[in-house]
């Protein structure tokens, strides 16, 4: 089982990015689906997270307005559109799989990808 995430890049502020994460070794179209980020020298924190349809959607206060989690179960993958990026959005995003059809904040997080970097410059 695998969670491979891509998409990351250097962008400038007030760009954009999509992420994508792709699973394989089995489909997650029942789990909920999040995305988290850890910043150099802090904690990793959650972004968003999205329900088993994609009927239910959660952010963090700081990416509210600015962020679209979405999930196309067909495909076993889920994305991250990022637009209007601050240098604070610097981070290495990870993506997870929940052990939940519906996010709540004490989730079990069951599957982790790797990691990819998102770099905005100002």
């Known amino acids: 089982v695998q969670l491979q995430a891509s998409g990351g890049g250097l962008v400038q502020a007030g760009g954009s990015l999509r992420l994508s994460c792709a699973a394989s070794g089995r489909t997650f179209s029942g789990s909920a689906m999040g995305w988290f980020r850890q910043a150099p020298g802090k904690e990793r924190e959650f972004v968003a997270a999205i329900s088993w349809s994609g009927g239910s959607r959660t952010y963090a206060d700081s990416v509210k307005g600015r962020f679209t989690i979405s999930r196309d179960n067909a495909k076993n993958t889920l994305y991250l559109q990022m637009n209007s990026l601050k240098p604070e959005d610097t981070a290495v995003y990870y993506c997870?799989?929940?052990?939940?059809?519906?996010?709540?904040?004490?989730?079990?997080?069951?599957?982790w990808g790797q990691g990819t970097l998102v770099t905005v410059s100002s």
């Open positions: 997870a799989a929940g052990r939940s059809s519906f996010y709540y904040p004490q989730i079990q997080w069951d599957y």
